[in-house]
């Protein structure tokens, strides 16, 4: 957690990311969020992804294995592969 903070620090951007850790209620962090971003390199079966669709909340994910599932509202990018082409993504309103 303390490198994420490092890097939200290094560029600028604690007005814009917020790195939650241990919260119980997540409704009203999902409606005040415009996306999630989920780097995840090792999960079996994410709840997270379910409740951010579950919230209408688009997702960007690594193409993984687990991730098929899941194809209205999720950008799934290959894992490394810094020089991926850009992707129009509406986000709710």
């Given at each position: 957690?303390?490198?994420?903070?490092?890097?939200?620090?290094?560029?600028?951007?604690e007005?814009?990311?917020?790195?939650?850790?241990?919260?119980?209620?997540v409704?009203?962090?999902?409606?005040?969020?415009?996306?999630?971003?989920?780097?995840?390199?090792?999960?079996?079966?994410?709840?997270?992804?379910?409740?951010?669709?579950a919230?209408?909340?688009?997702?960007?994910a690594?193409?993984?294995?687990?991730?098929?599932?899941?194809?209205?509202?999720?950008?799934?990018?290959?894992?490394?592969?810094y020089?991926q082409?850009?992707?129009?993504f509406?986000?709710?309103?």
């Amino acid at each position: 957690i303390e490198f994420l903070e490092d890097l939200i620090e290094k560029f600028d951007l604690e007005k814009n990311v917020e790195v939650l850790y241990g919260k119980q209620n997540v409704t009203s962090y999902y409606l005040n969020s415009s996306i999630l971003l989920y780097p995840s390199i090792s999960e079996s079966y994410s709840y997270l992804m379910n409740e951010a669709k579950a919230h209408a909340i688009p997702i960007i994910a690594f193409n993984l294995s687990y991730n098929p599932a899941y194809q209205n509202g999720v950008i799934l990018v290959n894992q490394f592969d810094y020089k991926q082409r850009k992707r129009s993504f509406r986000l709710r309103s």
